[in-house]
């Protein structure tokens, strides 16, 4: 009988356990998917008007998302080329940059840039 105490008990700490750490995955995965999203729709710019430098930017024609988004990242004209790239390929610019130097500065946010090119 003292057994089967300690095994309900035992079993039913282990289900709490359990329940409160597949709480906290999906929190933390729904936290961390919230901020991506966010990051990617609300776009900011690198630096403010008064501390924007101007930087020229090389791109070949028919340059692919990732490529671009390294450059941009590589130029310090982004923050992150994996916000970069989904930002390319959720515009409605994507295969559409026509290849040539440009000059972009720090205080553009990354639709404008893409507007640019």
Partial sequence: MKNKGIRLVVSISLNIILIIAGIYIIFMAGTTAY???HSIF??????TEENARETEVTIPDGVSAKALARTLYEKGLVSDKIICYFQIMLSDYKDKFAGGTYTLDTSMKPTQMMEIM
């Fill in 35 to 37: 901020r991506f999203g």
């Fill in 42 to 47: 609300d776009e900011q710019s690198v630096d």
